[in-house]
T-cell receptor, first 110, second 112 residues
């Protein structure tokens, strides 16, 4: 069975700090990987996705993620966070059935 | 292009009742997936429909069911509601389930 693990449940950063959110997955077949974000009071939105090709994926709002197959990881990064990045971030994996991680709440302090 | 719409946005029911939630996908999308989101369990996959057929199902009891119509609109039904069914129910649509899913705003169900 596929599973996703997000180790950081709650992260607090100051503006301009660098961000890295961990995501590890367990999946036996063709893997599609996603990061979604949920801003307060808003829908889940796709930040970025990996289906195949270059393992370094760039998404919206300056986010990027690196797929490391040998480590079963797909960590999310941003060099310099802003207050507006305060949100909950979800890693997800799957092909026909998508499994989400439990989410990481990011709080950015001005 | 209009996004995924879900109705109603909020619903309050009592234990034992049943409820039907509706989802209209983005025009052209044929795959509709449903998820339950709770603070304790996070986002959990319920089922996925494509061309009126349920193709994938999560680990939920038979009280949770769904269907999809020929215009790709989908409904999910929960019978004999329990307190633990209180959650945000999210619908997501895509051209194919293997493509990027676009989420609706959700229906907030409260069971009293």
């Amino acid at each position: 069975a596929q599973s996703v693990s997000q180790h950081n449940h709650h992260v607090i950063l100051s503006e301009a700090a660098s961000l890295e959110l961990g995501c590890n997955y367990s999946y036996g077949g063709t893997v599609n990987l996603f990061w979604y974000v949920q801003y307060p009071g808003q829908h889940l939105q796709l930040l970025l996705k990996y289906f195949s090709g270059d393992p370094l994926v760039k998404g919206i709002k300056g986010f990027e993620a690196e797929f490391i197959k040998s480590k079963f990881s797909f960590n999310l990064r941003k060099p310099s966070v802003q207050w507006s990045d305060t949100a909950e971030y979800f890693c997800a994996v799957g092909y026909q059935k998508v499994t989400f991680g439990t989410g990481t709440k990011l709080q950015v302090i001005p | 292009k209009a996004g995924v719409t879900q109705t109603p946005r909020y619903l309050i029911k009592t234990r034992g009742q049943q409820v039907t939630l509706s989802c209209s996908p983005i025009s052209g999308h044929r795959s509709v997936s449903w998820y339950q989101q709770t603070p304790g369990q996070g986002l959990q996959f319920l089922f996925e429909y494509f061309s009126e057929t349920q193709r994938n199902k999560g680990n939920f009891p038979g009280r949770f069911s769904g269907r999809q119509f020929s215009n790709s609109r989908s409904e999910m039904n929960v019978s004999t509601l329990e307190l633990g069914d209180s959650a945000l129910y999210l619908c997501a649509s895509s051209y194919e389930v293997t493509d990027t899913q676009y989420f609706g705003p959700g229906t907030r169900l409260t069971v009293l």
